[in-house]
């Protein structure tokens, strides 16, 4: 192993220590020693990490910028050992990532998307059961789809009506609760699943149709199948609706039957930011803005309470 390769899984192992985990950046850095090692260098100067970071073609300068950031990141780590290091300065690729216009579900939409779901073949397997309570649970709860597929039947509580979301984004942990609706779906569905797989077989709660626990891959190839063939998209459309829109639905649902119900919205808007597992409230303020309905609605109240 090289020394600027060993710097940087030293680097990772310290920062994990710290809680962060560093998947994208670790995947990044590993790339980049790579791309050194290829053309012979073994100190990172800010004209290597330039050429490197916009390698790639048919990206957003976002994707860019966020390649510059992982090596300034790490070559300010490694300038303590190394003072030949140099670090990219902040205004190069001054490029921000824009986030994706929301595909607000309608309830057909939804409805169909689970039918499809519950078409799946075959007709007589698990993986209609997992892919529709699967589908349903996201709509209804909005949680991550990396949330949904790591949990372990003993962070589903069908007794109480309650899930136990664990170390997720932001390294942070909360409770969501179920309505009795939901609590009653998953109940059939763990009840299915155990006759496929007994529980000694696996402590993931959404099991594929082997009996192995659902990847984040597997989860998105299907739903974009089903999404294609229920016309959310097109055969040959490369985006479109994505699961984190389910996401996107539940707070801005929420927020609008707030609003429409004269509720304090500002009041309540901490226990939704909590819900949904943000690591700030201003993350979730971000939907008053993202969806036009909403953001008249919060002007609306605002010049309410300024008037005279």
């Given at each position: 192993?090289?020394?600027?390769?060993?710097?940087?899984?030293?680097?990772?192992?310290?920062?994990?220590?710290?809680?962060?985990?560093?998947?994208?950046?670790?995947?990044?850095?590993?790339?980049?020693?790579?791309?050194?090692?290829?053309?012979?260098?073994?100190?990172?100067?800010?004209?290597?990490?330039?050429?490197?970071?916009?390698?790639?073609?048919?990206?957003?300068?976002?994707?860019?910028?966020?390649?510059?950031?992982?090596?300034?990141?790490?070559?300010?780590?490694?300038?303590?050992?190394?003072?030949?290091?140099?670090?990219?300065?902040?205004?190069?690729?001054?490029?921000?990532?824009?986030?994706?216009?929301?595909?607000?579900?309608?309830?057909?939409?939804?409805?169909?998307?689970?039918?499809?779901?519950?078409?799946?073949?075959?007709?007589?397997?698990?993986?209609?059961?997992?892919?529709?309570?699967?589908?349903?649970?996201?709509?209804?709860?909005?949680?991550?789809?990396?949330?949904?597929?790591?949990?372990?039947?003993?962070?589903?509580?069908?007794?109480?009506?309650?899930?136990?979301?664990?170390?997720?984004?932001?390294?942070?942990?909360?409770?969501?609760?179920?309505?009795?609706?939901?609590?009653?779906?998953?109940?059939?569905?763990?009840?299915?699943?155990?006759?496929?797989?007994?529980?000694?077989?696996?402590?993931?709660?959404?099991?594929?149709?082997?009996?192995?626990?659902?990847?984040?891959?597997?989860?998105?190839?299907?739903?974009?199948?089903?999404?294609?063939?229920?016309?959310?998209?097109?055969?040959?459309?490369?985006?479109?609706?994505?699961?984190?829109?389910?996401?996107?639905?539940?707070?801005?649902?929420?927020?609008?039957q707030w609003y429409r119900s004269g509720l304090d919205v500002e009041q309540r808007?901490?226990?939704?930011?909590?819900?949904?597992?943000?690591?700030?409230?201003?993350?979730?303020?971000?939907?008053?803005?993202?969806?036009?309905?909403?953001?008249?609605?919060s002007k609306d109240r605002l010049e309410k309470r300024w008037e005279v």
């Open positions: 192993m090289s020394p600027l390769r060993k710097a940087v899984e030293d680097y990772l192992i310290l920062r994990r220590a710290l809680g962060f985990k560093l998947r994208d950046m670790a995947t990044a850095l590993r790339h980049f020693v790579s791309f050194m090692e290829r053309e012979g260098a073994c100190t990172i100067t800010t004209n290597l990490a330039l050429r490197w970071a916009i390698q790639p073609q048919q990206v957003q300068p976002a994707h860019w910028a966020a390649r510059l950031s992982f090596v300034r990141s790490f070559a300010r780590h490694l300038s303590a050992i190394d003072p030949q290091t140099e670090i990219p300065p902040q205004g190069l690729l001054p490029y921000r990532y824009h986030r994706c216009t929301p595909h607000l579900y309608t309830g057909d939409q939804i409805r169909r998307l689970i039918k499809a779901a519950w078409n799946l073949p075959p007709t007589t397997g698990l993986r209609r059961w997992t892919y529709s309570t699967l589908f349903g649970l996201l709509a209804v709860t909005g949680l991550r789809i990396s949330e949904a597929i790591a949990l372990q039947q003993d962070d589903v509580d069908l007794n109480q009506g309650l899930l136990t979301i664990r170390l997720t984004k932001f390294r942070k942990s909360r409770l969501v609760p179920l309505h009795p609706s939901t609590t009653h779906r998953l109940k059939r569905y763990a009840s299915k699943r155990e006759a496929f797989y007994p529980k000694d077989i696996t402590s993931h709660f959404f099991l594929s149709e082997r009996g192995r626990p659902l990847t984040d891959c597997m989860a998105r190839w299907t739903f974009v199948k089903l999404s294609r063939q229920i016309g959310l998209r097109g055969l040959s459309d490369r985006f479109g609706p994505r699961l984190h829109d389910f996401r996107h639905r539940f707070a801005v649902t929420t927020l609008l808007l901490p226990s939704l930011s909590t819900y949904l597992g943000h690591a700030h409230v201003t993350d979730t303020y971000w939907y008053l803005w993202a969806v036009p309905e909403l953001l008249a609605l």
